[in-house]
């Protein structure tokens, strides 16, 4: 009898190697469990789980010797840790491994929105560089002040990044950090008034929803410019698509969004936005070492070793 | 009589200031000077010049009482200098207002090319997000190794930079510099061979003609990336062509073209190539700037003050 069940769409080489290290039950989200019968769901005894659906008290309550939920990436927000703490289940996560991969997007996208290089791109090959000259101006990106919301370890990256742009850095976070002389807002409202970019780098999930709200989104101002690798939740997205389209924000550089991937259409009618389809961790070398890491998480829990990555 | 003569296409404001300043005459380009009449080239003291087209030897014989050429750009290779120097005419250019832009655009073009972010885009775009899933696995740029061809002020702009990505800094400069840790390489074939992305960063004009030649692009390899924010004149571009469609190098990353705006159709066939229509210092910010700069070399010279800038 098989102790590990397979949650979600994974590469070849992840799902050859899930395979070869634990011989599990496999189905494409969680809402394939309840179809598995009951002496293989009492039998799972620990989850690998990928993807953005649900998973909650409900989809546990399906598997009674469950133990531990190992989630692909260092979001979690799709599982339900208060129903897992509920029943004794642990849930680990891939986080540092992805860091410089989503900084680097965050990092490129903001260069790409500011000096509008897939603009500039289109001019070249439309033949208008040819037919009419240089591309427009645009907007110097170093030297400018950027906000950070959320100093984690993703949002470090992007400021030390961001610093060697010679940026100001201001940030926020639920307390001050030991920084290299960056600012601290504990306002949020008072952070975004402060700069000219914010860079969203929250963590996903209930506490963040809308975090980045109408009044911040105001308060940035006409020639701010909004980032976000962090998750679509984190920002109110009705509020940001009409301060886009109305100027009351000059842009923004987006990985992520509310129903992806049939994001709202609205974004792609708006040239001042770079659109990236959530691929902020998506190299070759990073989702191998994530990959590595679930499946770490998944062998030490069967050999009742210590969870490299717990987060609850 | 006026004593300024402004060559080249300048902005609105550029030229506003220029006809404020020194109420001048304007010619489109060098090859307009001939048709000014024997007086008006007579009176002319300075040159205020823009552009990619030849001022030499010629040009310079037509403006007898010619003091100083005053270049809106940091690369002055449209101007013969050795001409300017047998008639005692000084040169100046614009530098270091546009370090930060240059090197701006080469990180934003790296990351474009290996995060596939252009591609990415169009993928969401065009709905394949929607219909087809996850956008393809592409390349980490973090934390990899990067040769600088030419570590002056542009090219040190760019290593450090790279530096906060993580990435290991080799450089290649005609003598050793000092630096924090970098790798120096007296060989630029051995540059190459040691890392997997080339940035060039190096002057124009006839002494780097091809420099990054057909062996150093060689050396580099089959992951090897090329970045070029300098002149087109300073690379092999056939080599590079032939390499790019062969596969012995990965991929591009193009801000200078030979022939632009009319360049090598080849380049727009190639998936692997990001190219960027010459616009490193194309900010509203930098461009200022560099006019204002310009304009102060040719007050200075015609109130017989120090040059600010002068490049010989």
Redesign the interface.
């Known amino acids: 009898m098989t102790a590990t069940l397979v949650i979600g769409?994974y590469?070849d080489s992840d799902r050859d190697a899930l395979n070869a290290g634990f011989d599990p039950v496999l189905v494409g989200g969680p809402s394939e469990v309840a179809a598995l019968d009951e002496s293989t769901r009492a039998g799972i005894r620990a989850v690998a789980f990928k993807g953005h659906h649900p998973f909650g008290a409900a989809e546990m309550d399906l598997l009674p010797a469950l133990g531990l939920v190992a989630n692909y990436g260092v979001g979690y927000d799709a599982i339900d840790v208060d129903a897992a703490n509920a029943r004794g289940i642990k849930v680990t996560n891939t986080p540092d491994v992805l860091n410089?991969?989503v900084?680097?997007?965050a990092?490129?996208?903001l260069?790409?929105q500011m000096?509008e290089?897939?603009h500039?791109?289109a001019?070249?090959?439309s033949g208008e560089?040819?037919a009419k000259?240089?591309?427009?101006?645009?907007?110097?990106?170093?030297?400018g002040t950027v906000g950070i919301v959320g100093l984690g370890r993703i949002g470090r990256e992007i400021a030390?990044?961001l610093?060697?742009?010679?940026m100001d850095i201001h940030y926020y976070a639920r307390s001050e950090k030991d920084t290299p002389g960056w600012t601290y807002h504990a306002d949020p409202v008072a952070l975004a008034g402060a700069v000219d970019t914010l860079v969203v780098a929250l963590v996903g999930g209930k506490d963040t929803e809308n975090f980045v709200s109408a009044e911040m989104i105001d308060a940035l101002g006409p020639r701010g410019v909004i980032a976000n690798i962090s998750r679509g939740t984190t920002i109110d997205e009705a509020a940001m698509l009409d301060a886009l389209e109305t100027g009351r924000i000059a842009g923004a550089a987006l990985d992520v969004f509310l129903g992806?991937?049939?994001?709202d259409p609205r974004f792609?009618a708006l040239p001042n936005v770079?659109?990236?389809?959530?691929?902020g961790s998506?190299?070759?070398?990073?989702?191998a070492a994530m990959g590595q890491l679930q499946r770490d998480n998944v062998a030490a829990f069967h050999a009742g070793a210590e969870l490299l990555t717990p987060v609850n």
């Open positions: 769409p590469s410089d991969d900084a680097d997007i990092v490129g996208m260069l790409m000096r290089m897939e500039a791109s001019w070249a090959r560089w040819k000259g240089e591309y427009r101006l645009n907007r110097k990106m170093s030297g030390n990044r610093a060697a742009f010679k992806e991937p049939n994001i792609y770079v659109i990236q389809p959530h691929q998506g190299t070759v070398e990073t989702r």
